[in-house]
Nanobody, 115 residues
Framework: QVRVVESGGGLVQPGGSLRLSCEAS????????MRWYRQAPGKQRELVAT???????NYANSVKGRFTASRDNDKNTVYLQMNSLKPEDTAVYYC?????????WGQGTQVTVSS
């Protein structure tokens, strides 16, 4: 069983920045594709960013140019640097770890963008 834990959420003003972290337990972290999702109240969960085993990244159009995903395999951690935050970025942000067989979700961290 892999435990996935997000952190770093909070309240930020529009235009501000936050960095989310996601740590996954276990020794096979480098073999996981890691994804960030978010879910706003009343909306479906949406994929925000994907980071491959090799560190290649893909982003939703809504965050492209503002968000940057990265990973540190030595720390079993992925990050989501969020800049130029907008009120519409307000959501619970979830981290997901995938290997060829299993999928593991974290419990989520709340990000609120408001003045």
């Amino acid at each position: 069983q892999v435990r996935v834990v997000e952190s770093g959420g909070g309240l930020v003003q529009p235009g501000g920045s936050l960095r989310l972290s996601c740590e996954a337990s276990g020794s096979a972290f480098s073999g996981y594709v890691m994804r960030w999702y978010r879910q706003a109240p009343g909306k479906q969960r949406e994929l925000v960013a994907t980071i491959s085993r090799d560190g290649d990244t893909n982003y939703a159009n809504s965050v492209k140019g503002r968000f940057t995903a990265s990973r540190d395999n030595d720390k079993n951690t992925v990050y989501l640097q969020m800049n130029s935050l907008k009120p519409e970025d307000t959501a619970v942000y979830y981290c997901r770890a995938d290997n060829l067989v299993w999928t593991y979700w974290g419990q989520g961290t709340q990000v609120t963008v408001s003045s």
